[in-house]
T-cell receptor
Framework: EDQVTQSPEALRLQEGESSSLNCSYT??????LFWYRQDPGKGPEFLFTLYSAGEEKEKERLKATLTKKESFLHITAPKPEDSATYLC?????????????FGKGTLLTVNP | DVKVTQSSRYLVKRTGEKVFLECVQDMDHENMFWYRQDPGLGLRLIYFSYDVKMKEKGDIPEGYSVSREKKERFSLILESASTNQTSMYLC??????????????FGAGSRLTVL
């Protein structure tokens, strides 16, 4: 069974204070690892897909990296508008081709 | 802009009522999903559909059923609502693509309260 663990559960940063969120995963064979952003009262919004160890993707102040066991979401010089819950999910080659397994998320708060 | 639209943002129902949650997507996606999201438990898959009239159970299908009569519409049905079904319900869709990873586009969510 696929498993995803995100840490920390919550993270408070000052504006401009860079940090990283962690997503540890266990899958039989990784089809893809996803990062989503979710604002309060809204549905998750897609950020990145990573497919293989060593891959990196960037979008504005966010950079996602992937190893064989974990992914990091690096946030450089965050702004208050980066405050949100960040969700990690995996899709494996085993079992259903459609199922994503989500972590419980990291609630990021960036103070001005 | 591509969209997944959930018809009701907030619903309040009584125990035992039949509840319909509707979801429509305009992206011609083959796959549609219903998740529920609860504090401390994250997103859990209820049901999904990979084609019209086709459905598969997710991790927590008990107490729910689904209907997909048209490609763009996927309905979640609570036959007899119970208080433990109070939750945020999220609909999502995706394209089957060429075998790559399955990027989901989510709707805004439907917050259901069962009294």
């Amino acid at each position: 069974e696929d498993q995803v663990t995100q840490s920390p559960e919550a993270l408070r940063l000052q504006e401009g204070e860079s940090s990283s969120l962690n997503c540890s995963y266990t899958v039989s064979g990784l089809r893809g690892l996803f990062w989503y952003r979710q604002d309060p009262g809204k549905g998750p919004e897609f950020l990145f897909t990573l497919y293989s160890a060593g891959e990196e993707k960037e979008k504005e102040r966010l950079k996602a990296t992937l190893t064989k066991k974990e992914s990091f979401l690096h946030i450089t010089a965050p702004k208050p508008e980066d405050s949100a819950t960040y969700l990690c999910a995996v899709q494996s080659f085993g079992g259903s081709n459609y199922k994503l397994t989500f972590g419980k998320g990291t609630l990021l708060t960036v103070n001005p | 802009d591509v969209k997944v639209t959930q018809s009701s943002r907030y619903l309040v129902k009584r125990t035992g009522e039949k509840v319909f949650l509707e979801c429509v997507q305009d992206m011609d996606h083959e796959n549609m999903f219903w998740y529920r999201q609860d504090p401390g438990l994250g997103l859990r898959l209820i049901y999904f559909s990979y084609d019209v009239k086709m459905k598969e159970k997710g991790d927590i299908p008990e107490g729910y059923s689904v209907s997909r009569e048209k490609k763009e519409r996927f309905s979640l049905i609570l036959e007899s609502a119970s208080t433990n079904q109070t939750s945020m319900y999220l609909c999502a869709s995706s394209s089957s693509g060429s075998g790559g990873a399955n990027v989901l586009t989510f709707g805004a969510g439907s917050r259901l309260t069962v009294l």
